[in-house]
Each structure stands twice: as structure tokens, then as C-alpha cells.
């Protein structure tokens, strides 16, 4: 049995896939310290890991993402939202998770695994191999590795790997890395330093270049080909997780009755306003006979929607293994883990999102011909309805969904995770 740390930002999107990952590594006979936020003791607990809590000064919330969308009364977005964003909740979190880090590899570990927005993990990764342990990066959010062949994150453009593609990937890759990231990055450099005597070794959403090993939990066909990839990139799809616990709501003969199923979330995060996605799903299609729209509100009382049409159904939560193959096209601001779920039963997409990396995710969406991106984290009635008739009367993007479906079934999951850790520890034990 070898020791392994687990880290991960402590908000919903980042702590489930570890936790999978937990679920996984314990099951293989491995001991697994999971690093994270107090809220999340239980889980990890459940997930057969030990929980190790993060400092107060590294345990960021949902609330206090919420705290930073708007400055002046402007909804932040895209680039601008992801520099203020990365600021007061990852870069002045770094201390925190400096002294966390070198507290429990003092403990002994024979593998760090890390979500990549653990970018502490790239101060790990600078020192030479022989005075840490092996790093593996996770990616729960879309690949946000600078390219040649693709423009910069939190852009949303499409890739481009023709000459003036490159062109334009290079003259943003710059402009992003040595322009506006530039501040955030002498921020994290002069962290690293404090706390141990080196830079970050790369740009810092980059650092899973610097690991042993990076893996990802989608499928190439929904991530853009890199040329330059890092050898270490491995896809492995999803990882499965148990379903929510909870037992289908009292209305769920509806939803098997139902000529055409539209199912609407705002995930588990950004999910303060209800009037970004599904009030205006909701009124797209309000009181038409032939629809059902389903919403999911995340875990908010579903009290908190008000008033709903007769054709629509709520609830905190969804086991998506049981609703999606009831689904005929999942509304959606991008989340990663539940547009897999979706695309997993080969469900066409309506994506609306531009915060964080939903810009990403929903760009991806539209590149692998599984939906509609609709550029927008506050789209009207009109284009969500517009948008949704058109993904039912083209079953190109189903077509696209189902390819993605079964790309996913053929991914390794848990097996290739296994394999790649395995493989790290080896090579630890040899070095």
C-alpha cells in the first residue's frame, strides 16, 4: 500500500472528481490523505480517504466566488472575471497552501495528485525530482496548456493550427502570458520564492507540463488537438461516480410520459441567479403542452425558482444516470462534470456560459458538433428557444453527442487512471 495526497480547491467542481479519485485509489489498496475544505469532511470520509483540512486562509467558498461576479454594478466575464477571480481566490490563497503542502510531504507520500487549480503543485514541481514526491495533475476543467495551435484560455476562440492560426495563437498566447496575466504571475512567482526559493518553472495555468504525469477526465474528441501536448496527457473520460442518494421525485412518471424532455441547470456554483438560464428556459417554453423542462437548482431549495410554468418540474438534485436518458436537449452554463453526463447518453447541448472556465467548456461544445454555444451567460427566452428547436431539428448534433457517448464508453475511467499511477509510483521507486 503506497501513501497518496490528494488536493483540491474546495468548491463542488473541483472536490468531486477527487473524489473519485479517492474512491478509486482506495479501492486499489492505497492509503489517500485528502487535502481540502473543512465543508467537505464527510465526503471524503465516505470516499475511503482521511481528510486533512485546509488552513482558514486557503478554504475558499462558493460564496465568495459569488462576492467577486460584479464590480461597479458589471457582471464580470470571461478574462476580466478569470484575472479577479484568480486573484483573491487562488493567488492569495497561495500561502495557505504552501504551508498545508510541505506539512504533509513531511508526512510521506509516495504521490501527489492535484486538481489544476492547485497551482502550489507547480512550485512542487520545480524542485528537482529527487527532493519530492511524483506529481499527477488532474483536469475536471476543460485544457487551458498555452498552444500554437490554439488561442489562449478563457478566449473562447476555436483552434487553429493553419499558418495564421499559429500567427494569431501566438500573438494572444503573448499578449495573455506576458500582458494581462503578467501581475498575476510575478504574484505566484513571489509566492513560490517565499516559500521555496524558486519561480513557478512555467506560466502558471501551464503548470501540468511541469508534472510527472497529467490527466483528464473527457475524451479527446471533445478537446482540442494540440501538436505540443505534453507526452504526460492522458485521456481517461469521466470517472463515474455513485448517484446523488436521493430517490426520483414524486413527479418522475412525468418525465417518462413526456413527448420532449428539456432539462436546465445552472450547476452547483453559479447558481445565485436563477434569471441567467433557467428563468428564461423556463419561459421559452412555458405552458407548451408537447415540452417538459426539468431543472435541477444545484442544492438550492427549489422554493428558490418562485413560481413555475404547469409544464415545468424542480428539484435540488437529479440522479443524471436515471434523467438523461429521458433528456432530449440539456440546457446548460457549462459545468464540466454535468455536460459529460449529459454527453455520456449522447445528449445534444444548449450552453450559455461566460464565467470561470465555462467560456471553455461551452466553446468545446460547439467545436465538437455536440450543441449550440450561445456566447452568452445571460441569453433571452427567444435565443435559448431558438437554439434548442434548432439542436431538436438537426440530429447532426445528436449525432455528434452519440459519437462523444460512445468515445466515452470506450475510455479506460478508473482502469487508465490506475495504470498511470501505478506507473508514477514506479518510476518513483526506480528513481
Not at 51 to 78: F, N, S, W, Y
Amino acid at each position: 500500500m503506497s501513501s497518496v495526497l490528494a488536493c483540491a480547491i474546495p468548491l463542488d467542481g473541483h472536490v468531486a472528481p477527487m473524489l473519485a479519485v479517492c474512491r478509486s485509489l482506495t479501492r486499489a489498496g492505497h492509503h489517500v490523505r485528502f487535502l481540502t475544505g473543512a465543508a467537505y469532511g464527510d465526503a471524503v470520509e465516505s470516499a475511503g480517504g482521511e481528510h486533512v483540512q485546509l488552513p482558514k486562509t486557503a478554504d475558499i467558498t462558493a460564496e465568495m466566488l459569488d462576492a467577486g461576479r460584479e464590480r461597479d454594478g458589471t457582471r464580470l466575464t470571461g478574462i476580466r472575471f478569470a484575472i479577479d477571480n484568480t486573484r483573491r481566490n487562488f493567488i492569495a490563497t497561495l500561502p495557505g497552501w504552501f504551508d498545508a503542502i510541505k506539512r504533509e510531504i513531511g508526512r510521506g507520500a509516495a504521490v501527489i495528485t492535484g486538481d489544476i487549480g492547485v497551482f502550489v503543485l507547480g512550485a512542487v514541481c520545480a524542485r528537482p525530482r529527487s527532493e519530492r514526491p511524483a506529481v499527477i495533475a488532474y483536469g475536471a476543467i476543460p485544457v487551458v496548456l498555452l498552444s500554437r495551435d490554439t488561442a489562449p484560455p478563457m478566449t473562447g476562440l476555436p483552434p487553429r493550427s493553419d499558418l495564421l492560426g499559429r500567427t494569431r495563437n501566438r500573438v494572444l498566447n503573448r499578449i495573455v502570458a506576458h500582458g494581462i496575466f503578467r501581475g498575476l504571475q510575478r504574484e505566484a512567482d513571489a509566492a513560490a520564492r517565499r516559500h521555496t526559493g524558486a519561480s513557478l518553472p512555467v506560466f502558471l495555468t501551464d503548470w501540468p507540463r511541469a508534472a510527472d504525469a497529467y490527466v483528464q477526465f473527457s475524451v479527446p474528441g471533445f478537446e482540442y488537438p494540440r501538436s505540443d501536448a505534453p507526452r504526460s496527457l492522458t485521456f481517461v473520460g469521466p470517472l463515474r461516480s455513485p448517484g446523488v442518494g436521493t430517490a426520483p421525485p414524486a413527479w418522475w412518471r412525468d418525465v417518462e410520459a413526456a413527448e420532449t424532455v428539456i432539462h436546465v441547470s445552472q450547476g452547483t456554483l453559479a447558481n445565485r441567479d436563477f434569471g441567467e438560464l433557467v428563468h428564461p428556459t423556463l419561459r421559452a417554453f412555458a405552458d407548451d403542452p408537447r415540452v417538459l423542462v426539468v431543472v435541477a437548482t444545484g442544492g438550492r431549495p427549489e422554493s428558490d425558482v418562485g413560481e413555475v410554468p404547469s409544464n415545468a418540474r424542480v428539484a435540488r438534485m437529479l440522479d443524471y444516470d436515471r434523467l438523461m436518458p429521458h433528456v432530449d436537449v440539456f440546457v446548460t452554463n457549462g459545468g464540466y462534470g454535468s455536460l459529460h453526463a449529459a454527453l455520456a447518453h449522447g445528449v445534444p447541448i444548449v450552453a450559455a456560459g461566460d464565467t470561470e472556465e465555462n467560456v471553455e467548456t461551452c466553446a468545446r461544445v460547439a467545436w465538437s458538433g455536440t450543441g449550440v454555444d450561445l456566447r452568452t451567460g445571460t441569453p433571452s427566452s427567444d435565443r435559448i428557444r431558438a437554439a434548442v428547436l434548432e439542436v431538436l431539428s438537426d440530429p447532426s448534433y445528436r449525432s455528434a453527442a452519440r459519437r462523444i457517448a460512445a468515445d466515452i464508453r470506450d475510455a479506460p475511467g478508473e482502469a487508465g487512471l490506475l495504470e498511470v499511477v501505478e506507473r508514477v509510483m514506479a518510476t518513483s521507486r526506480a528513481a
